[in-house]
Each structure stands twice: as C-alpha cells, then as structure tokens.
C-alpha cells in the first residue's frame, strides 16, 4: 500500500497526557498537511510542511500543539497536556508540489477522558 | 476569508434517483474547488476537481460545474445506487504566499441510498 498511513489510528488518553502521532505521506510527496475533524464538521487546517519547512500554522494549534517533519519524510504531531476538546481525528494530507490535489490518511481518532 | 457553505443532510433517497448537493463558497481569490467523499470507515477521497470557472468535475458519474457567478460548486449524480452511500464533502483551496494549498471544508452531507 503505498497510500498516506497514519499510526495508531485510535488513540485513549487522561487528560494532562501527553499523545503523539504519527504520518507517512505518499513517498515522493514534498508537502504534507495536517487537519483535525470533530464529529460533524468538516476538517479544519492546522499546519503545512514544505519538505522539513513548517511554513504555516492555523491559530486552531495552540501552543500545547508541536508538529516536525525532521526529514522532510514522515511527521510527527505531538499535544501536550491534552483537554477534552483536543478529542477529535487528526488527518494527514501530502501533495506534490505541482498539484493541489492532497491524499488523505486514515486519521488518527484521538479520545481525551 | 474563505469558507465554504454546504447543503445540510442527512439526505436519504431510493436508488435510481437523481442528486444534488448544493455548494456555495466565498474566497479572495481565485480557489480550486473540490468534492471529497468518506465511504463509512475509510479516509478521505478525492471525487473530482475544478479549478478555474466554468470548469466541469466529473468522476464515477458525479458531476460538478464551477460557477463563478454564483460562487456554487453543487454536486449532482442521475442515478444513485447504493454504493454511494457516504459523507459527502466541498471543499476549496487558494493558493496561498507559503505556497499551500490549504483545504476549507464544508461541514459535509450525509448521503443514503436505500434499495
């Protein structure tokens, strides 16, 4: 399968934990997006990646949000000290960087009790 | 700033019957503009695309026309099947300075189709 995969795909956690997950966009991908969907809406942006770059934030990621594409390959997106309102699934998007068209993972389904 | 306002469902129809999902947007720019669907338990996929005006998006039988008049993208199929039971999503990106194309959604309709 050499779609965008996304791990774990669900996730449980206490609040005031730390969560981390994980994307790997399509290989040859250089840009790589990040979105979070809450039940019933549609996903809002949260961050861009050009290659290792992190060119744009949305305000939705507040400073308890951190994300990285160390080697412009996979990214990590990493909530500190997680709310109840962080629950939500958390999207992986990549692109090409000629095209607009983005391929989306699985998501990750994050539950904060 | 860009948004986008899409038909509110739950939409329910027999198979064979005719669809449409209205869109209507608002952008600064000039947006590419899109139809994402969610077949139950599976990601995001892209259905079709538009990206300048009076461009048609067609895909599986779904149609979709960008019309910059009346800033509407509405998605229309002729005869439904089971099949395309989902949740249907609109969606336009604006390039912006950094390069991105960031996606605003719609906040999707939910489309049945019994037998």
């Known amino acids: 399968d050499t779609g965008v995969s996304q791990d774990p795909r669900h996730k449980i956690t206490k609040r005031g934990q730390n969560v981390t997950f994980r994307c790997d966009p399509i290989s040859e991908h250089n840009r790589l997006y990040w979105y979070r969907q809450t039940l019933g809406q549609g996903p809002e942006f949260l961050t861009y990646f050009q290659n290792e770059a992190q060119l744009e934030k949305s305000r939705l990621l507040s400073d308890r949000f951190s994300a990285e594409r160390p080697k412009g390959s996979f990214s990590t997106l990493e909530i500190q000290r997680t709310e109840q309102g962080d629950s939500a699934m958390y999207l992986c998007a990549s692109s090409l960087k000629s095209y607009n068209e983005q391929f989306f993972g699985p998501g990750t389904r994050l539950t904060v009790l | 700033g860009d948004s986008v306002t899409q038909m509110e469902g739950p939409v329910t129809l027999s198979e064979e019957a005719f669809l449409t999902i209205n869109c209507t947007y608002t952008?600064?720019?000039?947006?590419?503009l899109f139809w994402y669907v969610q077949y139950p338990g599976e990601g995001l996929q892209l259905l079709l695309k538009?990206?300048?005006?009076?461009d048609k998006g067609s895909n599986k039988g779904f149609e979709a026309t960008y019309r910059k008049e009346t800033t509407s993208f509405h998605l229309e199929k002729g005869s439904v099947q089971v099949s395309d039971s989902a949740v249907y999503f609109c969606a336009l990106s604006d390039r912006r300075q950094t390069g991105a194309n960031n996606l605003f959604f719609g906040t999707g309709t939910r489309l049945t189709v019994i037998p």
């Open positions: 538009a990206t300048k005006a009076d």
């Open positions: 952008a600064t720019g000039y947006p590419s």
